[in-house]
Structure formats: structure tokens, C-alpha cells
């Protein structure tokens, strides 16, 4: 079956990068344990606020964070970035829960968040 996105036709479903396990750094600055991905599991924090960073935003991106870890989740965006609060300022994840965060310009991201079924 195709799908027309408005500007592409494509034949089957969109697959996004997946990447499972990952340890959030205990570091807690930016910059640490950046995301690769487009679906990012983050299977172990161990203390409150242990860290991952976004990639740089790019208007359209869409990246999502599943915290699966004991503890908060501390999400910086990448250096100059902006998650809503100010540019390089963090976020926080609660324990299972997803965030979906949706880039709509070169800096500047949106997020919603969701609990995990």
C-alpha cells in the first residue's frame, strides 16, 4: 500500500530507527549519552537526573524518549538547542513514560508526553 506524505509517495510502512538498553549517563551535564535514534529506550537510570541529549534539532525531526529506568530522566537538547524552557536548559522524564519531541525550526523543539502501556 502506498502512503502519500504531500510530497513523496512511499510504498509500505515508514520505519524509524530504534535503538533499546541504553544506559543514561550519570555524568548530568549536556552533551552526555547523545541519542542516535528516532525511538530511544532508556532501559537504566540509575539515580535521579541521569542524562541523555537529543540531536540537533532540524524543522520537521521527530525523536522519542522512553524512560524505562528506576528513576527521572534528565533530556537535554543538543548545545544551542531549545526544548521550550530556554536554549540549553533540560527537561525531565518521569519512569515510564514517552516523550515525543518534534522539531519545528533549526533550534527549537516541542514535546508531549505519555504514560507507557
Avoid: E
Amino acid at each position: 500500500m502506498a502512503h502519500d506524505d504531500g510530497g513523496q509517495t512511499l510504498a509500505g510502512p515508514l520505519v524509524r530507527t530504534t535503538s533499546a538498553g541504553i544506559t543514561a549517563s550519570t555524568t548530568q551535564t549536556q552533551g552526555q549519552q547523545p541519542l542516535t535514534s528516532d525511538v530511544n529506550q532508556v532501559s537504566v537510570v540509575a539515580n535521579v537526573n541521569d542524562v541523555v541529549t537529543l540531536p540537533a534539532a532540524a524543522a520537521g525531526r521527530i525523536v522519542r524518549v522512553i524512560n524505562m529506568g528506576a528513576n527521572t530522566l534528565q533530556i537535554f537538547p543538543a548545545s544551542g538547542d531549545d526544548l521550550g524552557s530556554g536554549v540549553n536548559v533540560s527537561n525531565t522524564i518521569p519512569t515510564f513514560r514517552v516523550s515525543q519531541f518534534i522539531a519545528y525550526d533549526s533550534t527549537t523543539w516541542t514535546f508531549s508526553s505519555d504514560t507507557v502501556d
